[in-house]
């Protein structure tokens, strides 16, 4: 038997999703090379686990209702899933030992790619509109920037 999620659980996975690539980006962009070369791998590994157990946590707590921490730990994968991704990118240059910096701007465009991949899911589902995918292209120009400014900045 399979159910289908409600419209605000459907819309709160991609929120959580969305969520989830801008704060790996971040990561990404704030990352600098200590010289131990598993660092970027650890650190998108170590956040995309905080990430989805604090959500976890705070789903399972603010329901108010006794549920399988597993059950919830699934419904909160999105924020998660979101970040594989880059963290997919991380390992691959570090298994085939390209330069960090170059690995790290990968991992950032992996999350760009992932995030126009979540907007095309919510466009689709909520209805192809030209007002609507201007809206999100102009969105996206604003955080692309934002999150250059940072990895040029930082």
Known sequence: MRVQAQAPDRQLVFATA???ALTIALVVVDWEGDGNEWHLVEVIAGYIVTMWLTHTYASLVSTGEFRSW??????????AAAGLP??????LGQLLHWDQNETADLALI???VTLVAIQAAIVHRLGFTR????L???V?????A???TLHVLI
Not at 86 to 91: D, R
Request: proline share 0%.
């Open 136 to 138: 999100t292209i102009v």
């Open 110 to 112: 992996a999350c760009a």
């Open 131 to 134: 007002r609507r995918l201007m």
């Open 18 to 20: 969305v969520y989830g």
């Open 86 to 91: 880059a963290l997919g990118v991380a390992l």
């Open 140 to 144: 996206d120009m604003l955080w692309a």
């Open 70 to 79: 597993f059950e919830v730990a699934r419904e909160e994968f999105s924020v």
């Open 146 to 148: 934002v999150i250059l």
